[in-house]
């Protein structure tokens, strides 16, 4: 019930393209899935979030949709940039009160121009 | 600037010797995490603390000790006993959300390698 599944764990698309990562999960408690990106050698930085009471949230070229009764949730980017090329990562949190987020293995996004 | 600050940036360590990963918020958060970073493994939890004092043990404790003496601090020490310490590991912070969930806000990691 912990773990989140992410795929796929690598992903390459054309500049101006769009790109989709699926995550799924079990645990029927979690309502809070935040999407974050990670630049190489760096930390992860937060990009959007949804909440289990919303289906859908977009911020300009970036959306992400939720499906609760099918336990999943994807990120869509669109129009793609060279600059979007890094490793992505879902989480799940709010099942319990410690706070803690529970992260899928990532997707290497790539991007060529 | 108002953030997460982990440091050393890289670390090298001999076979036997425990390190100490040091990581400092100014973001008045209560919650702090470690996590560690393999390729193709994601994030996985070490240690959390919700409070100063209190800590408790991630998905993948052994091997790991962590002290929460300030709210600002959280320090992870990479004990002898940990057989594959190398790794990149990332500290993080939050608000105590509870069951809303909350974001966790990263510092930029420390790099840490057995020669």
């Known amino acids: 019930g912990e773990n989140v599944e992410q795929h796929p764990s690598t992903l390459s698309v054309q500049e101006g393209d769009s790109a989709v990562i699926k995550c799924t999960y079990s645990?029927?408690?979690?309502?809070?899935f935040p999407w974050y990106k990670q630049e190489l050698g760096k930390g992860p930085q937060l990009i959007i979030d949804?909440?289990?009471?919303?289906g859908e949230k977009k911020d300009q070229r970036i959306a992400v949709t939720l499906n609760k009764t099918a336990k999943h949730f994807s990120l869509h980017i669109t129009e793609t940039q060279p600059e979007d090329s890094a490793v992505y990562f879902c989480?799940?949190?709010?099942?319990?009160?410690?706070?803690?987020?529970?992260f899928g293995q990532g997707t290497t996004l790539q991007v060529k121009p | 600037d108002g953030g997460i600050t982990q440091s050393p940036k890289y670390l090298f360590r001999k076979e036997g010797q425990n390190v100490t990963l040091s990581c400092e918020q100014n973001?008045?958060?209560?919650?702090m995490y470690w996590y560690r970073q393999d390729p193709g493994q994601g994030l996985r939890l070490i240690y959390y603390?919700?409070?100063?004092?209190?800590?408790q043990k991630g998905d993948i404790a052994e091997g790991y000790s962590v002290s929460r003496e300030k709210k600002e601090s959280f320090p992870l020490t990479v004990t002898s006993a940990q057989k594959n310490p190398t790794a990149f590991y990332l500290c993080?912070?939050?608000?105590?959300?509870?069951?809303?969930?909350?974001?966790?806000?990263f510092g930029q990691g420390t790099r840490l390698t057995v020669v």
């Open positions: 993080a912070s939050s608000i105590l959300a509870g069951t809303n969930g909350a974001e966790a806000f």
């Open positions: 645990d029927s408690a979690s309502n809070y």
């Open positions: 949804i909440r289990s009471n919303v």
């Open positions: 989480a799940r949190g709010g099942s319990s009160n410690t706070g803690k987020l529970i």
């Open positions: 973001l008045n958060h209560d919650a």
């Open positions: 603390s919700q409070i100063v004092n209190d800590f």
